[in-house]
């Protein structure tokens, strides 16, 4: 039988291991957090660039009438992404430059295949390395991060 004070303990430390984690992961996670949870088929005509290496479609609310859980932070969208090895990337379309210092929900676009590019801030976001600028442009905060999972046929968009 766990005593109290063990208790007391152990969610001392679980709790103070998650806050550590939440912060870090806060850190370089700029846009605000929104539900989002979807999954496609790949199977469905509108997401056939998902079954080519470095395809990749928007998904939005209006996307099989998904809502608000597909329309990423404040409406703009999300991007999702074929990867290598069969993995599949989902990012928000709000670029997190012009978010933190121009205040600005400007929507990032897919160009040359493997960038995500701000038509405002002209920020490359690279789609093979976890939405991470591009060295040579001007922001330095990586495109929100979305989780995936897939089984072949289905792929799972979700953060919460």
Known sequence: MVTGSKLEYFLFVI???????????????VIPDVYVDFTMNLNDIEFVNLTTLFGSVYVNANTNNWGLKAAGYEGNGIIVF????????AYDRTCPHDYVV????IKVSVVDIIYAECPQCKTRYALT???????????????KNYRTSSDGLYVRVWNY
């Open 102 to 105: 121009n205040k600005l929900l």
């Open 82 to 89: 074929a990867g290598p090895n069969d993995e599949f990337y």
């Open 129 to 143: 390395n976890l939405g991470t600028p591009v060295t040579d442009t001007i922001g330095r905060y990586p495109l």
């Open 15 to 29: 709790l103070t291991t998650y806050s550590l984690s939440a912060c870090e992961r806060r850190e370089n996670d």
